[in-house]
């Protein structure tokens, strides 16, 4: 446990993110982009503060100091709107995560994919909030899709994970629908818990992180392991830039 301690300890202090830069060889943002992305900040903080419910287009137009109108030149509604902030924010978040797995000799394990997601999250406010408990958002955030968005995503889950069966990653005498099913169900279940036990009865984060990584060590991934974890790190790669993909 004291050797998962020190695994946690390093990704929490792992590469962040590279907020207002510009891509390589890109050019400056418009004014039109600028603007958009004034709004999706005025948008995650209010999100954050008052969840997705209670937060309105009109907070945000003054939050971000403009007419309402100026918000439905960008997006054609609040779900839009809220969509568009909380998968800028995942898509960050991703960029930060990946740079965590590449720096960890053992990043391609998925217990370790598993710390170094949930250590990366807390350090974007609008992710921490859904993970420390508020689950409006992310309710809101489930139905601003489709049934058949959550199919897909739950499909290349099951892709990533017998890919990780066939590179001797994960256990292969598991079956991988029934490891998605439960992996969804703790995600969902760790976002819902405070809810049912009460905000003061959670954990410390790093403490669920430390607890939830010792399982999927035990419960997912074959002893001994591969010598190498580089196929998972690619692996994993892949499945965050399908994720990426438009929906």
């Given amino acids: 446990m004291a050797a998962i301690q020190d695994r946690i300890r390093l990704a ?3 590469p962040g993110r590279r907020a207002g830069a510009t891509p390589a060889g890109g050019s400056a943002p418009d004014e039109r982009s600028l603007r958009q992305e004034r709004l999706l900040d005025a948008a995650a903080r209010l999100l954050a503060r008052w969840g997705y419910r209670k937060t309105t287009i009109d907070d945000v137009a003054r939050e971000a100091g403009v ?15 809220f969509r568009a902030a909380i998968r800028r924010e995942q898509r960050r978040c991703s960029e930060d995560i990946q740079q965590r797995i590449a720096a960890d000799p053992e990043g391609g ?4 994919v598993a710390t170094h997601g949930m250590l990366a999250a807390l350090a974007y406010p609008l992710l921490a909030a ?13 139905e601003a899709y489709n049934p058949g968005f959550y199919y ?5 889950a099951d892709a990533y994970l017998v890919h990780m069966q066939q590179a001797g990653l994960v256990r292969a005498d598991l079956p991988v629908a029934s490891i998605t099913y439960l992996l969804t169900a703790l995600k969902i279940g760790l976002i819902n818990a405070p809810e049912l036990i ?7 984060m790093e403490e669920l992180t430390e607890v939830l990584s010792d399982l999927l060590r035990r419960w997912l991934e074959p002893d001994p392991l591969p010598s190498s974890s580089e196929a998972g790190k690619h692996l994993y790669a892949a499945y965050l830039e399908k994720l ?3 929906e």
């Fill in 67 to 81: 007419g309402k109108g100026t918000i439905y030149l960008h997006w054609k509604d609040k779900h839009d709107l």
């Fill in 244 to 246: 990426q993909q438009p």
């Fill in 12 to 14: 929490r202090s792992g």
């Fill in 152 to 156: 897909q995503l739950a499909g290349e």
């Fill in 109 to 112: 394990l998925l217990h370790r």
């Fill in 198 to 204: 009460g905000p003061d009865k959670v954990p410390p």
């Fill in 130 to 142: 859904i993970i420390g408990g508020k689950s409006d958002i992310f309710n809101g955030f489930i």
